[in-house]
């Protein structure tokens, strides 16, 4: 990054040297902003690895497009290629967001999204992949996610340069309609607007199946990372203990990760985020230029008072009030968001535990009583939505009355200079895009406010999550109870054995006692008095225990629970359970079956 930040410093030099020979408007502005962007260049690699990697592209270009400019300045750029050299926008553009991304880091709030990012391209794994149309190839997996993610920042930035091209064939093919230009017309559509839009259809086309396997690499990853920290050391069983606000971590893992990097079936992610964002800002310099350019000797209406680039000054006003009056409408639904999903997951988690105890609800006669339970559940569930219902109808009805506005305002705007005959028909339409183009940039916050909220909501409860996997497994790292000793003795051997509560009740103090193999031993004890937490210290799972437990070398201990747990699976991953399916010959595991006296069931291996 450090080689980058002085190409970028050099080349900003350059521009500043030529803009003082030859004053231009560009000249001083992207030199000026580049020594800036070579500044944050070199102290990027201090910023998370996701928004790096964003850094390195912008930073590229910038170095790119500045060679482009001094390879056509000193008459270097072939004539013939002159209609494809980058506009100076895209280099404003690339040098503003390279500063942005950097600046950005530093808030809580994307650095806790980047904590979660960040996971996937700091793996260190190698993998293979098949992305169409390449063949299958191996390859570092935060390696071929680098190259995924540049791949489509590139499309997308392709994408916004196609649409400004277009921007300029709408101008000359509406000329030619009000010409009646019949070969110009036909020109514009043929050879102009067909070919850039074939382009853009395959752009489309490549970036939906390089997206689709980032996201669902991605997802894989994540999903793994957080099964292993949730399983790790028994962190499941402690965050029960803790006391943090963790609920339902099975819909955290399959749902929220999937909405936290692309909003699952509804909503965006922090990909489609970053993807619009880049999109947006991109669409917003580009057509600025054009919008200041059509609009610089525009009027004050009812005055003769020339304002330079009077319509984009109008449409940043526009939008900094929609913007403002979105926020004031639709703030509360980041906190309804997040009980939503909590009490979907409830209502959920509830009826699977109905079906697993369908036999034990009813034989007791139970029905009446689940029944008033879940639809109380519900009825959590309704009341949230009743209120998401009144705070999203003034949010949605604010949205679609400024979304109506948009399509009149810029005709509303620019038809007194049409109708006195100082733009034509072309010029018109294309000051119209241009102006919405850019109003649409601007106006990201209001278009996905309640998106956003939800999204917010999301990083909310991955985050929780993520600190209740830490106070679990910090727990978890307590001077070890359970030791294996080497000797003769074949016994579990317990001493000094003292066992608390959560809340620091003291349930057991100093028992020593001996376990013999196949002998066997019952532990008394009123309820309350800790005979389960025994048995829970010798597992080496309850945190709040103090002595020792000695196990001989070698030897194995089973504990079995009070109340039976069968894996989903086939029989034999029952039988093999916790060893994997495979773990025993065929032999061993009939042998099992008849020992229990359940032969029968060896047709079901």
Not at 52 to 80: K, N, Q, Y
Not at 347 to 371: C, D, H, I, K, M
Not at 544 to 558: F, K, S, T
């Amino acid at each position: 990054m450090k080689l980058l930040s002085l190409l970028i410093a050099a080349v900003s030099v350059v521009r500043l040297w030529l803009a003082w020979q030859q004053p231009d408007l560009w000249g001083p502005l992207l030199g000026a902003f580049g020594l800036v962007c070579a500044g944050t260049t070199w102290r990027s690699p201090t910023i998370p690895h996701f928004l790096r990697i964003l850094v390195a592209i912008f930073s590229t270009e910038v170095v790119v497009f500045g060679a482009l400019f001094l390879l056509d300045h000193f008459g270097l750029w072939p004539t013939a290629l002159e209609d494809y050299l980058p506009n100076s926008s895209f280099a404003l553009a690339a040098t503003l967001f390279s500063i942005l991304i950097y600046g950005i880091s530093f808030f809580p709030v994307i650095r806790s999204m980047m904590r979660i990012a960040d996971t996937y391209f700091d793996a260190t794994g190698v993998t293979t992949a098949r992305i169409w149309p390449l063949p299958r190839f191996t390859g570092a997996e935060r390696k071929i996610a680098t190259g995924m993610v540049v791949f489509l920042v590139l499309v997308n930035q392709a994408q916004v340069g196609i649409s400004v091209r277009l921007n300029f064939f709408n101008r000359d093919w509406f000329n030619a309609l009000q010409d009646k230009n019949e070969p110009v017309f036909w020109h514009q559509l043929l050879q102009v607007f067909l070919p850039w839009a074939l382009v853009l259809v395959s752009s489309y086309i490549l970036e939906y199946v390089v997206k689709s396997n980032l996201i669902i690499r991605w997802r894989r990853f994540l999903t793994e990372h957080y099964i292993n920290r949730w399983l790790d050391h028994a962190n499941h069983y402690r965050m029960s203990l803790v006391g943090v606000t963790a609920d339902n971590p099975d819909q955290r893992i399959s749902e929220d990760v999937n909405r936290f990097l692309d909003g699952g079936d509804i909503g965006y992610g922090i990909y489609s985020y970053t993807i619009l964002l880049i999109s947006n800002l991109t669409t917003v310099v580009s057509f600025v230029i054009i919008l200041w350019e059509l609009s610089a000797n525009f009027t004050v209406p009812g005055t003769d008072i020339a304002v330079p680039g009077f319509l984009f000054w109008v449409a940043l006003l526009y939008t900094l009030f929609g913007t403002g009056v979105t926020h004031l409408i639709g703030r509360p639904l980041v906190g309804l968001f997040f009980t939503k999903q909590r009490f979907e997951a409830n209502f959920r988690f509830s009826l699977a535990r109905l079906r697993e105890y369908t036999e034990q609800v009813a034989l007791l006669g139970g029905e009446p009583n689940e029944r008033r339970s879940s639809m109380n559940r519900f009825g959590d569930i309704f009341s949230n939505y009743m209120m998401i219902i009144r705070q999203q109808k003034w949010l949605i009805g604010f949205r679609y009355f400024f979304e109506q506005l948009n399509a009149v305002v810029p005709y509303v705007l620019t038809a007194p200079f049409f109708f006195l005959g100082k733009i034509t028909l072309g010029t018109m339409t294309q000051t119209a895009s241009a102006f919405f183009k850019v109003q649409e940039g601007l106006n990201f916050f209001i278009t996905y406010y309640a998106s956003l909220a939800d999204f917010k909501a999301v990083l909310n409860r991955l985050t929780s999550f993520d600190e209740a996997i830490e106070r679990a497994r910090a727990l978890g790292q307590r001077t070890p109870l359970v030791e294996t000793a080497p000797g003769s003795s074949r016994s579990v051997e317990v001493a000094d054995l003292s066992l608390n509560l959560p809340d620091g009740r003291l349930i057991v103090e100093q028992g020593n006692f001996a376990l013999a193999p196949q002998e066997p031993t019952l532990v008394t004890g009123p309820t309350g008095s800790g005979k389960s937490t025994v048995f829970r210290a010798l597992a080496g799972i309850w945190p709040y225990a103090q002595g020792h437990v000695i196990i001989p070398a070698g030897a194995r201990v089973l504990l079995l629970p009070q109340r039976p747990y069968i894996p989903i699976g086939t029989l034999r991953a029952a039988l093999a359970y916790p060893a994997a399916a495979d773990a025993y010959e065929d032999a061993a595991v009939r042998d099992a079956l008849a020992a229990v006296q359940l032969q029968d069931f060896e047709s079901k291996l």
